[in-house]
């Protein structure tokens, strides 16, 4: 346009005055038109550079101009070349209107080509000699070439100069048609800067040659089909005019064309004279040859209506597949070739049950890593695959990794802080997105939304009766609201800078919060008043929170201190100091003891509340951490991080219990529940979520309580009620039907063995550590204690009458049930003797040892009957058959073992656990064995052929007990993950099917799938 006007002007000057708005074009052309011309043509070349060059801004200012001009200009008209690949996305946008019905430019005529060699040598006075151009035509072929033959006849106009005459001598030494493409290509590739440099793109060329018969060809190939970086290899070689685009067949003139773009050489000199890509196809003619009868395969299945007919079986689809792996590792395999290999695959089940296993072993290394993920495989692969005992292992597993209960939807930015009410039926979060919200703790229902006039909300406080909500955000005050309504109750003002967090006392009468101003100020509740303004940090002010008597207010700064605070005077009583970067997060604990920080520092410390003392220093987080809380009764403490994960510690020892995660960005805040079963997060991920403290797998019924490993749990006679022994030195009693606690805790001061009910009434027998046999009635009196050495093991007679033990002096003991009185003796053992098992009848005895035997005795004269020797580790426990004809054993060695009684030969070995076997119990049917392992799996073996039948329970450590319910239908385990759980036999794998789907929260993407094997569509 600047040319038009006779270069007055400098095209900046032009592009400046079009940039000011939609109807600067109009005017711009009416200016040149200056009355003399009745009609404008804009001839608009390479128009999609719109959408492959200019941004998106851009694109919308030229469209628009473009728009209204012809809205406003019956004399106007717009011409515009564009490629048809390309045409599809200016269709996409809202001015597709006045794009519609495109005019495809056709194919010239070999008349029409001769023309276009001499018309324009004739401008210059160039002509050529008879014949020449006939040969020109012939070799160019096709207008498709056209661009190379502009090339050409630029190097024939420097070689003859103007008048002059080209010769066929000339245009032989200039390598004719193919010549002029060959210096196109070396000069396209030195121009492309890729890192893979020539290597690559004859890779991504070679995608544009195939083999027919036995020569090379065209091969056309769906732009869509190509990642970013073999596209602008492409484009680099469209641009060249070396490899043309297209429509593909029934897409040119819809939005939907540019997915159906397709391109190919334009002409086969390039993969037959360019000696780079022509030496690289004949180097991989046969990958090639491969490619090309798997596409050959895919057209007939295509065509056939992807009839299951046309599929691969067999010796083809194991040849497909192997093909098919190869062409992707070099890089050529198309759509089409997988398709069909993937839908033939879907028909083969063997190939199915590879898949399942392979998502099986991947969920089993990944679940406590990426537990969602995990599910979402596990799902897959029993949906989509086989259930293959590897993937139900590996969703039990997932689902004993998943902790997550329930996404907290709505927020459209980072939320920042969250909190549970009282009674534990509400959660509140707020949000840089402007808005705090309250949730139904149960369902994650939003229910109501509390616009703070678009100011980021950073902090959310319950009132203690939950009737009311506190936030403080970037805007100088705090914001109360009626939490049942949502309606704002008051604003606290007298804030300096911006806030950053706020508390609510427990009392209810106050409320503190935190500024960028150094500042923390201590509001009334009910009038508004303000109390107090503290002063005392030297950098910005973040954590607050209240004493739980709420006599005091600790708060947390950027200086690296904590300050304490008397609620009362508001005088400063201690500083808490040691981190070595800032802090954000305070906490204290229930007690009012101890407070906990969150610092720059990557760690976690708990305090001396009074003194300031440090008591616990916590690693663990790779990132920051922020704000960490208490669980109710004190014993724990959660800590959110930037490594987007929360960790879960004891406040005694700092060991780990849990470990969230599952948010995709930093995690600010938790908060407990009420009951400390549950813990909620807020995420710069956008999502608040909600998660179990002790997920629950595949088990009917979870019994937790305990505060450290539980060693042996065991049934009572009529089955209600069961019994538990831990590391933490106590033996509980609980529900069978709902884990609840059924009676007194046995507290025996040191770690809990073995517990064992007696067949009849409400006596246990427990053994431990430090050499102590109690017995205890029903209301947790003692009946009898015995001392000696360690005992690891005891066992009630079928009648009741008698208690074996197993200590560690490697006897076994036969004592009285009334009164402890020792009645027998058993030596042999040449190592420590751990558990012992009573056979059906009384009549004999099993007793397993560290010696890597199980002995088997006479309980009525105390003779060994005989010794079964074989296992290569420790004999951890054993269990007799119904009718005493065998015994199973569970050894260190990994593996269990069934031997005959009467002979003590081995009759078989039970492998598969990837882990020491430390408890075996056999069904009361006689049918089936179960076994626990430190692998952490439950599994169930048949008791005839001794294959694995099933996983049918998997903990989150190692499995130390294992005991058959009654009826046969339960199994009952204790486990060092600290709980007692109560798994079906026969698990119902829909219903867990149907648990998983509800703990995930996405779907596998393309890229998750691919890596699986897993078709793109699950469909």
Known sequence: ??????????????????????????????????????????VIDQFEELVTLAGEREQAQLLEALHACLRQESSVRVLATCRVDLLGRLLGTRHAPFLQHPVAIGTLSRAQLAQVVERPGALVGISFEPGLVETIVDDTGTDDALPLLAYLLQELYFACGPGGTVTEE????????????????????????????????????????????RDLARRPVRLSELTDQERYVVDAFIEARLIRSYAAEGSAGNADGHRNAC????????????????????????????????????????????????LLTGERLTVAQRWLAALEEAGQASAPARALVDASQRRDLVFLGRVS???????????????????????????????????????????????????????????????????????????????????????????????????????VSFSPDATRLATAGRDQVVRVWDAVSGEPVRQLAGAGDIGRRVAWSPDGTRIAATFKDQVVRVWEADSGRLVHELRGHTGDVWGVAWAPDSSRLATAS?????????????????????HTEFVEGVAW?????????????????????????????????????????????????????????????????????????????????VAWSPSGTQLATASTDGTGRVWDLRPRGAESVLVQGHDGPVNQAVWSGDGTRLATASDDGTARTWSADSGASAGPVTALGERVWGVAWAP??????????????????????????????????????????RIATG?????????????????????????????VAWSPSGRRLASCSDDRTCRLWDTADGTQLTVLRGHGNYVEDAAWSPDEARVATASGDWTAAVWDTATGRRIDVLKGHEGRVRAVAWSPDGRRVATGSDDRTVRLWSATTFEELAVVGVHRDKVRSVAWSGDGTRLLTASADGTTRVWPTDPDYDQLEARARGRVFRTLDAEERRQHLLPPDPS
Request: hydrophobic share 40%; proline share 3%.
């Open 357 to 459: 296993d392979s998502i099986g072993r991947q969920v089993l290394a990944s679940a406590e890593s990426e537990p969602e993920r995990a599910l979402l495989l596990s799902l897959a692969a029993l949906g989509e695959c086989a259930p293959t005992p590897a993937a139900r292992r590996g969703l039990m597993t997932a689902l004993a990794a998943s902790h997550l209960r329930t996404r907290l939807d709505g927020h459209t930015d980072t939320v920042r802080d969250v909190a549970w009410s009282a009674s534990g039926r509400l959660l509140a979060t707020a949000s840089r997105d402007g808005s705090a919200r309250v949730y139904d703790a149960e369902s994650g229902c939003s229910l109501r939304v509390l616009p703070c006039d678009g100011v980021m909300v950073e902090s």
């Open 589 to 669: 604990s229930p007690d009012g003891e101890s407070l906990a920080t969150g610092s720059g520092d990557h760690t976690a410390r708990i305090w001396d509340a009074r003194t300031g003392a440090l008591r616990l220093l916590l690693r663990g987080h790779a990132d920051y951490v922020w704000n960490p809380a208490f669980s109710p009764d004190g014993r724990l403490l959660a800590s959110p991080s930037s490594d987007r994960t929360v960790r879960i510690v004891s406040t005694e020892d700092a060991k780990e219990v849990a470990v969230l995660r599952g948010h995709s960005d930093t995690v600010w805040a």
């Open 558 to 578: 950027h200086d690296r201190t904590v300050i304490v605070w008397d609620a009362v005077t508001g005088a400063a009583t201690t500083t808490l100091t040691g």
């Open 807 to 835: 200590g560690h002096d490697g006897t076994v003991r036969l004592v009285s049930a009334v009164d402890g009185t020792e009645l027998r003796k058993l030596t042999g053992h040449q190592d420590w003797v751990g558990r």
């Open 1 to 42: 346009m600047a040319a038009a006007d006779g270069g007055r002007e400098t095209p900046d000057a032009v592009l400046r005055r079009l940039r000011q708005g939609p109807e600067s074009l109009t005017a711009e052309l009416s200016r040149l038109r200056t009355g003399q011309f009745q009609r404008v043509l804009l």
């Open 760 to 801: 009849h009434g409400d006596r246990l027998a427990l053994s431990t550590a430090d050499g102590l046999v109690r017995v205890v009635d029903s209301s947790g009196g003692t009946v009898f204690d015995l001392r000696g050495e360690a005992v690891e093991g005891c066992s009630w007679s079928p009648d009741a009458r």
């Open 263 to 310: 391109a190919e050489v334009t002409h086969e000199a390039l993969f037959r004279q360019w000696a780079p890509l022509r030496q690289e196809a004949e180097a991989r003619a046969e990958r090639l040859r491969e490619r090309a009868e798997l596409e050959r395969w895919a057209t007939d299945w295509e065509r056939s209506g992807r009839s299951a007919d046309y």
């Open 170 to 213: 000339t245009y032989r030494q200039l390598g004719g048609v193919a010549g002029a493409l060959a210096r196109q290509a070396d000069n396209t590739v030195a121009a492309l800067g890729t890192p893979g440099g020539i290597d690559f793109a004859l890779r991504v060329l070679l995608k544009f040659v195939t083999v027919e018969e």
